[in-house]
């Protein structure tokens, strides 16, 4: 449950406890004004499919984070593909003359792209990078952390030295004080190298990391 920041008949902006990615399908419920409806004028709720387009942190206690969601709907059903893998994600297409949002998957290769040197979008630097990382229980709060090093970094990811025991699909929150930056990523693999030695490798979520004068 939450409140609505901002709403139109085409999206919406709210506030969540539970971090989700851009390109993810929501179910949205809420009693939206009928003059804001593509359908469903009579019922008291307003059940909608939609996409996520953006994903900031919130100020919040660093106890419970929370995140801040941008959505464009889509319409009273999903994809007929998202039947057969819900956990792919999806690009915003052509509105519809609804003025609802058209969407289709998004290609295989680019969700690979972080897990395949070959085909990431930005090149890795080896940097030791000193970066608190943090998993998170089903509530949402800080269950585990630990102080550790990147093992490299770009913009859009990094693999990161850890001894946490934290599954592929998971969220962390990776916070460096000399970038003085705090940024949630999800967990992509934990692989252990030739030196038994576990690496995260993540990609973030909400933000780029700044690498500006080091590229």
Not at 79 to 86: G, H, K, V
Not at 95 to 119: C, D, F, I
């Amino acid at each position: 449950m939450t409140q609505i920041l901002d709403v139109s008949p085409f999206g919406a902006r709210f506030i969540v406890g539970r971090i989700t990615e851009i390109g993810r399908l929501l179910h949205l419920t809420l009693p939206l004004p009928r003059q804001l409806r593509c359908f469903d004028y009579v019922e008291k709720q307003y059940p909608v499919w939609a996409l996520v387009c953006n994903v900031s942190l919130a100020a919040t206690p660093r106890s419970a984070p929370r995140f801040e969601v941008g959505v464009a709907f889509i319409g009273k059903l999903p994809p007929a593909s998202y039947e057969d893998d819900p956990s792919q994600r999806f690009k915003l297409g052509s509105p519809l003359e609804s003025g609802l949002w058209t969407v289709y998957e998004q290609p295989k290769h680019e969700r690979l792209r972080s897990a395949s040197n070959k085909q990431r979008p930005a090149t890795r630097l080896r940097m030791a990078i000193e970066v608190t990382v943090e998993a998170f229980d089903e509530k949402g709060e800080v269950s585990a952390h630990e102080q550790t090093v990147t093992e490299n970094i770009s913009r859009r990811g990094a693999a990161i030295f850890t001894t946490l025991n934290v599954e592929h699909g998971q969220f962390v929150r990776v916070t460096s004080a000399p970038y003085t930056m705090d940024v949630m990523a999800a967990v992509r693999a934990r692989v252990v190298g030739a030196d038994n030695i576990a690496r995260l490798h993540v990609e973030f979520v909400d933000k780029q990391w700044p690498l500006e004068g080091v590229e």
